[in-house]
């Protein structure tokens, strides 16, 4: 298959640039900045609207009710744009009820006809003799006007307008909303956020690049059940679309590229590999689609840098020669993998250096081998490319007057030096790329410009012959917790290197680099105002900061290359540097920096209104033990899972919180569940420290006594408590963005602490809080105690208020073995094999393992895998004679005796086995004889009614969880 792209736009291209070079620049940044792009074979012309082209049309404003899956009932007041306005009355062909697909820029998509949109309505007071017909629209701002949780909603409803302010306007917008089709209609849940792209119809042919590429080919890792291909190592890799180029920044993963059909091609490209030039069938995205499609372009966009996955630069680009480039996952009919050692790797198709690779055009006799490839960086054109605060927005006094303190025990006095004085040390400058990674095996390339802090500390009179082992604390604004250092750590350049990220690094945290060199030392710890050619800023909301770049965490940082190759020294950055205490010494800031008082913005939030955990795919982490808070001074340790953790309703809020950009979170105030659930112990007011843990390696201390108990009071007067988020912007946190139900940056969960206006002390993936003096303790399921509150989720089972067991059920619930879905337990339905295995390894906090399934019909992409394979390596289950375990089966009665009675100490002899059985009416088979018998003398297993045992019965969801809970009590 030639397979070679067209290359009329080649020439299209030479000769627009000759006819007016200025004019076609101008139209390509034009098309890069396209808000929205209404196309597809059902209109006559597409419709490109740009930032500024939203003025032309004309925002009208209507109401609307509706439902969202969590049957909440609401009146939403909306201004914007009609739908069929944007689209053009004149433009919308009308042979057919076409399909019209909504693309949002976070990847989801959903589909209506037109008809469907037409004809939806407005339910004024949720009764049918209020319904009037209401058109779809764009939404600019919304107004909540009422809502209604399900357990307090009777119609006819009353509510009274409001006027939409600026105050109203919509994060997700550009944003479908649509009326209801009925009552009961659940459209909220449909009303897509920053939608991007209207299809209405098919794809254009003239401009459809995917060559009819289906979801099932043969290049694509999702194509592929499980290893080698399809694994989350490799579909839940990402690309990142990032710089100051572009709003934002946007991780795409893999799995994401290979479903969007409409961007894909196969090309045919000359490559040189081990030695020799080859020709290769390539599959992959279109980079110009990527950017298009991905993120918004803003109109100062310039060249384009291709990175690889270390971030070193490939080659860069213009940004209006994108298109030439293809982000291929798979290569001659088979997907990338990393290395060629991994167990997919096939010689002859050259399929290692993946997961993602550029590819482009090369002539046969000058073909170079393609790199794998991980970011398209997009630079500003006519940038200053000046690291200091000397141009607007970046000459501000808070920037250039903003002062660090250095000063302590072995410094004669304070020493205070403004932005503007360090950046007027000209004979002492430093400018030079840094190699860093973090504490999640990220890595990156960054140039930055500064002062170094061993120069600085000269400059200001220190003794150079201080001593090496004199201690060196650096504090910052936002009182993020910095291990001390020493002068000679400081001083010695050498202990400084450059490294290159090994290709076999995966970034998984497995790469063992202690044998890695670098390319070079002697690179000093710095004191930068400034990197990639912008000058910092403090804050997220500052003018300035520019959200591809991420330039926050000004005005000065201090930045340490590596000691090592696996030093996390991006983790490291002193950010928002306040003070440098030399030889010990207090700090002084603090006091100085803190507001005293402030006015609270939070808001209450009821079991009824939370976006907890307890909806669709996000019940699976409900019942999983998340957090461990312990130490010298709370009464006693405690875990709790996080179905406790949302059902503490008395001490979650939400607010909108600044730090990594500007979100609104909802969560449990820290200080609340320490000092009210947990509680101090006796004589203990104020505790001495409190650490916030991510894993057993990564901490962070809150130092300030009066932030942990009052809140923080931030830049704009704002009362902010310190919350453990479990969601944010209206969806519960997971923990990666391959998981099931991310969506709009909701990772690094289920809890994340937030600290407002502190990037750095927005802990990802917190599990243990240590109060007072101890360590780190890894929360488990066994560790989880009954906390004797409604747990959300549970007590409220529709189906077993008046069932025989009712009270062990919730017992249960509130342990957080068993679970139901939308409010029923189901109590009465046969459990599966694979359901009562997971419910045991729950409660026996049995670990993962990593081995092949010895079973046919148990696969690694199964939800039951892990749990099945540990019940295999702990002996619990065997399978069938045909090699099968039969995991959505019923499982019998004396099938779960077997098992529990396989975990019992209770040894009977064959005639207290007979005596037990002989008072039953029925038979039980031979091989279950003994563990039927134990189970019943340990008061597990009980008679049916009529005197049976009812051995070969399928057990009952009820019965099961009635077993296993005196399995517990046992």
Known sequence: MKGKRNRLFSVLLIIGMLLSKFAFLGDIVEAAAVELLITGTGVYEDVKITESDWDKYQMVERYFSGNNSLYFHKIIKVKGYDLFELIGKDNLKTDKDYQVKFTCADGFEFTKTISELKNTYFFRDFTEKTKEKV???????????????KNNFSPPIRWED??????????????????????????????????????????RLSEKLSQGISKDSPYKHISYVGAPYNIDAITGATFTIEGPGVEGYRAISLRQIEEDVAGQEQVTY???????????????????????????????????IFKDKSRKTILTIPIEEVGYYTIAYGINEVPFVYLDTDAGYRPEKYNANGCFKLVYEQDKNTAKEFSNVAYIYVEEKDAKNIYEHTYPPYDDLKYTNYEIIIHGNKVNGEVRLKVSDIEAMDDLKYEDEYSLSNSEYFWYYNRYKGIPLWDLLLKIGIDPNIDENTSVQFIAADRYYFAPMTIKEIKDSSLYGYYEKNPEDLGDGRFDGSSEVPLHTGMPVLVAYGFNGYPYVIRSTDEGYNSGLGNDGGPVRVIFGKKDYNDPNGSNQVQFLKEIIIGGGEPVSFDEDRKDSGESTYKEVGKDAAWNHNQGVYTQYLDMPVLRITGSQIKEPMTFTLRQLESLTDHIVRDVYTGDGVREFEGIVLWDIISKVVGLKEGVEIPS???????????????????????IVNSKGELKKIILAYAVDGYPLVPNESDGGYAYNNAFGPLRLIFEESKSMWVKWTDCIVVGNGDYEEPKMEDVKDLGIPLIGTGGFEDIKNHW???????????????????????????????????????????????????????????????????????????????????????????????????????????????????????????????????????IMKGLLGSIIGGNNNATRAEATVMLLRFIKN
Do not use: C, H
Request: hydrophobic fraction near 40%; avoid cysteine; proline fraction near 4%.
């Open 135 to 149: 058109e779809p629209m764009i939404a600019k701002y919304t107004l909540e006007l009422v809502d209604f949780p």
């Open 162 to 203: 409001k006027e939409i302010a600026n105050k109203d306007l919509d994060k997700g917008f550009p944003k479908l909303a649509f009326g209801q089709t009925s009552i009961d209609d659940m459209n909220l849940s449909q009303w897509g956020k920053e939608v991007v792209k209207i299809t209405i119809g098919d794809e």
């Open 270 to 304: 000359y490559e040189k590999v081990d030695g020799k030039v080859v020709q290769n069938n390539y599959e992959g995205i279109n980079a110009k689609y990527l950017v298009d499609n991905y993120v918004k372009v803003t109109p100062k966009a310039g060249n384009l």
């Open 689 to 711: 420290s409190v650490r916030v843990f991510s894993g057993p390696n990564y901490n962070q201390i809150i130092r300030s006594s009066k932030d942990l108990m009052e809140g």
């Open 805 to 939: 067991a009712k009270q062990e059920i919730e017992e249960m619930a509130a342990m957080g073995y068993v679970k139901g879905s939308q409010d029923k337990f189901r109590p009465n339905d046969d459990i599966t094999r694979a359901e009562f295995i997971a419910i045991l390894v729950r409660i026996l906090g049995l670990d993962s393992f990593e081995l092949d399934s010895p079973f046919k019909d148990v696969k690694d992409s199964d939800w039951f895998y892990k749990e099945v394979l540990s019940a295999v390596n702990a002996g619990l289950i065997k399978g069938y004679g045909d090699g099968s375990f039969r995991p959505n089966a019923p499982i019998k009665r004396q099938e779960i005796a077997s098992i529990l009675a396989s975990l019992l100490d209770n040894e009977l002899s064959e005639e207290e086995v007979a005596y037990i059985l002989s008072n039953f009416d029925d038979e039980v088979e031979g091989w279950a004889r003994d563990s039927v018998a134990k189970a019943i003398d340990a008061g």
